[in-house]
């Protein structure tokens, strides 16, 4: 044994496994982002001790999230203190502040590079997973370019390559079937929303997508071990329910969607130089916050953690560096770990009882509620909803007349029945603008040392969005000018000024719109 070969023996035996799981010279990169959409440091203080609670585990337990808190995001876009999911991704994706709305396009309304075609551009594979429909603004503003977020018949064509770059997804996995195909008798759903009465499934597969639309199929891909790309598989006709809700024989797990996505992006780079982007979106912890769904959201961010926990996993396992950053968009609800009930000085308490006494969400009861059919309405409110359901015995006549009065819409209000009896509070049913949290992971320690340096403390949302373009060192401003001609909305509608775009997102509470 020479010299040379017996210094190895002293080296840190965690730097050693690094220098040879990483040869010497290899740029090989993976960028993993996650998104936990509307989810700001208080649905994780809810969602820790609530998990403790259930499992009854130490009061130090905490979730997988919390070990890997590195700093903070300010979220504000071009127009708003208060930002929403359009602009929020869109700091991320082409790393500039654009106006609420802005789905990959500038203040100008132009559109601009995004994080997923440069690097596609430069030879990367690329994914998007989500739990909300895919044509929802997350994942457009990697993909697509259009000045008002709710043209999801044009995103749609977008993501399918119907642009000056042709395709550059190589992968979605999520819902949103509706603005793929039109209405009427179709095998994929009940029923679509495209309005030129295209079959989008149809024509994706025509040219060479492999199309996915129901559990089996899912399955099917093995976990990513039998995925052939580039992959469309569209899970729900719009949102996958809340994991609160989730039958798991119809609807895979985030986690499942996440792990087939880095197996298949990982198999597909085995013999590249490059690696792939890959989008993970916890979308609808927004949805729960909309809602003031206590019981919904602290399950959501159950459902994120095991998908990050995941993610964290993957990076472990291979010999790629990877970054992994996690980060919200924005904060919803303006979520309080504490609530006043009465004029008086307030009990220091929270009860997490009544959230694990919740067997499905508002939205869930809501429509059940809302599907009725029976005699006496007021019975099965009190013995379905109220004891079976959510658990609840000590309800007031008040609250049965207010279900009953709002049978078609009572989602807030039995949301308000839980928010109460746990004593969590909310200040909106909109977004707040509380700065938001951010988790980063390398399997490179010089990778994690260098997302320590320019993200821990207190950030734009914009620096995470310039962070990821930097590591892959890819050039935004030439994708601009490449996608320059591309068709930013729907050739039959007029431009709506940001005000008027402004004043239907102020109405809007999450899940579906059909809104033109
Ligand atoms: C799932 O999709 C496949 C492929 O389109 C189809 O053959 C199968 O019948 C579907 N299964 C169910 C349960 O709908
Ligand atoms: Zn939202």
């Given at each position: 044994m020479n010299i040379a070969s017996l210094a190895w023996l002293f080296l840190d035996p965690k730097l050693l496994s690094e220098l040879t799981l990483t040869p010497q010279g290899s740029t090989k990169k993976n960028i993993i982002f996650l998104v936990t959409d509307g989810m700001g440091p208080t649905s994780l203080s809810l969602t820790r001790s609530f998990r403790q609670y259930r499992d009854k585990l130490a009061i130090d337990d905490i979730l997988t999230l919390d070990k890997h808190l590195i700093g903070q995001s300010r979220?504000?876009?071009s127009n708003s203190l208060v930002t929403d999911s359009a602009a929020g991704a869109t700091a991320f994706s082409c790393a500039l502040k654009s106006y609420n709305n802005a789905v990959g396009v500038t203040p100008q309304r132009q559109p601009c590079g995004t994080l997923l075609e440069a690097m596609k551009y430069e030879g990367y594979h690329t994914g998007l997973v989500v739990t909300t429909?895919?044509?929802d603004a997350?994942?457009?503003?990697f993909s697509s370019h259009v000045t008002y977020r709710f043209y999801e018949d044009l995103i749609a064509q977008h993501q399918l390559g119907e642009y000056p770059l042709g395709r550059v997804v190589d992968l979605m996995i999520g819902g949103g079937r509706t603005h793929f195909y039109p209405p009427g008798e179709t095998p994929y759903g009940n029923g679509g929303l495209r309005k030129d009465g295209r079959n989008l499934i149809e024509e994706a597969q025509e040219n060479g997508w492999s199309y996915v639309g129901n559990r089996s199929s899912f399955d099917n891909l093995e976990l990513g071990n039998n995925v052939q790309l580039p992959l469309l598989a569209l899970l729900a006709d719009n949102d996958i329910p809340f994991d609160l809700d989730r039958d798991d024989a119809i609807y895979p797990s985030l986690e499942e969607e996440a792990i087939t996505a880095m197996k298949a992006l990982s198999k597909a780079t085995e013999d590249s130089d490059k690696g792939f982007f890959l989008l993970i979106e916890g979308s609808r912890i927004d949805h729960a916050g909309h809602n003031n769904d206590p019981a919904a959201q602290v399950r959501e961010v159950l459902a994120f953690d095991k998908a990050f926990k995941a993610v964290l996993d993957f990076a472990d396992s291979t010999?790629?560096?990877?970054?992994?950053?996690?980060?919200s968009d924005h904060e919803t609800g303006g979520l309080a770990a504490a609530r006043q009930l009465t004029p008086s000085y307030p009990d220091y308490l929270w009860r997490p009882e009544a959230l694990l006494a919740a067997k499905h969400s508002g939205e869930y009861l809501n429509n059940k509620i809302a599907s009725f059919e029976g005699e006496d309405l007021e019975s099965f409110i009190k013995h379905e909803i109220f004891e079976k359901d959510l658990g609840i015995t000590d309800y007031?006549?008040?609250?049965?007349?207010?279900?009953?009065?709002?049978s078609k819409a009572s989602h807030y209000l039995l949301n308000d029945?839980?928010?109460?009896?746990?004593?969590?509070g909310w200040s909106t049913h909109g977004h707040s603008a509380v700065d938001v949290n951010i988790y980063a992971y390398s399997n490179k320690k010089s990778t994690m040392h260098l997302l320590r340096e320019k993200l821990s403390g207190n950030h734009e949302n914009i620096e995470i969005g310039q962070f990821m373009k930097d590591f892959v060192n890819v050039d935004l401003?030439?994708?601009?000018?490449?996608?320059?001609?591309?068709?930013?909305?729907?050739?039959d509608v007029d431009e709506m000024t940001v005000s008027q775009q402004q004043e239907l997102l102020d109405n809007y509470h999450g899940g579906l719109v059909n809104v033109y």
């Open positions: 979220t504000r876009s429909r895919i044509t997350t994942p457009a503003a010999d790629v560096e990877t970054v992994i950053i996690s980060t007031t006549p008040q609250e049965v007349e207010s279900i009953m009065d709002h029945i839980v928010s109460r009896r746990s004593q969590t401003t030439h994708m601009t000018k490449l996608i320059k001609g591309t068709q930013v909305k729907p050739s």
